[in-house]
């Protein structure tokens, strides 16, 4: 929450500081529309840029005991998917190695993400803690399996679940990324329309002037 509030206060303040600007030059440059819309945005980005960079160093600036925590899930989480990594070069099922390569590479971009926003280790935990340890024991053992000389109709059962509920893993495996990416979605889509409409009512405002020279 605290994330999705600073990013509208960040968005709200370079947009004002970006209409500012642009009226400003607008009116230093003799009524020409685009220096003035050229500097409005460059101050808009700019000024979004050294508050985002502020509000990193503000979420780093966590207590020592959590920055700990957090390095120590996701090391764990890290060592599982090196074991998944060495697992799936001794598959022998083109699908299993598909779904497998789909999986390692969904679970590396969770970690990844959580690493750049630790805060988002909360809607990861789960997952990490139990889906995937068990996720990588499984393939394990369907490798060690699946590459025994011999195969009894248990063991073929065994192997063919295996296949479905590691897909389904998977699917839920994407589904837990979009999860951690939500808030950078929304932040982006927020920024994307907050831009949109500072462009319709800078070009409004630089626009008018022009219509009252003109009469």
């Known amino acids: 929450m605290k994330q999705l509030l600073r990013t509208i206060w960040r968005w ?7 209409i500012i600007v642009a009226v400003t030059v607008f009116i230093a440059a003799d009524f020409h529309v685009l220096p003035s819309l050229l500097s409005g945005m460059g101050a808009m980005w700019g000024v979004s840029a050294v508050m985002k960079r502020r509000h990193r160093r503000l979420a780093a600036d966590v207590p020592t005991e959590e920055q700990a925590y957090v390095r120590s899930q996701l090391g764990e989480a890290r060592a599982l998917w090196k ?11 083109v699908a299993m ?5 789909r999986l390692s590479a969904i679970v590396d971009r969770i970690i990844r993400a959580v690493e750049q926003q630790p805060h988002q280790l909360r809607l990861a935990q789960p997952f990490f803690l139990n889906e995937w340890p068990t996720a990588v024991e499984m393939v394990e053992k369907y490798v060690y399996l699946s590459q025994q000389p011999v195969q009894n109709a248990e063991m073929a059962a065994a192997l063919q679940q295996t296949e479905r509920l590691l897909g389904e893993l998977t699917e ?9 990416l939500s808030n950078d979605v929304w932040s982006l889509h927020t920024g994307a329309k907050m831009l949109e409409q500072s462009l319709h009512q800078s070009s409004a405002r630089l626009h008018l002037p022009l219509s009252k020279k003109g009469e």
């Not at 074991?83 to 099922?93: D, N, Q, T, V």
């Not at 495996?173 to 951690?180: D, I, N, P």
């Open 12 to 18: 709200f303040v370079s947009w004002n500081v970006g």
């Open 83 to 93: 074991r998944l990594r060495r697992a799936r070069y001794r598959l022998r099922s």
């Open 97 to 101: 190695w598909q779904t497998v390569s």
């Open 172 to 180: 839920a495996a994407e589904r837990q990324l979009l999860e951690v």
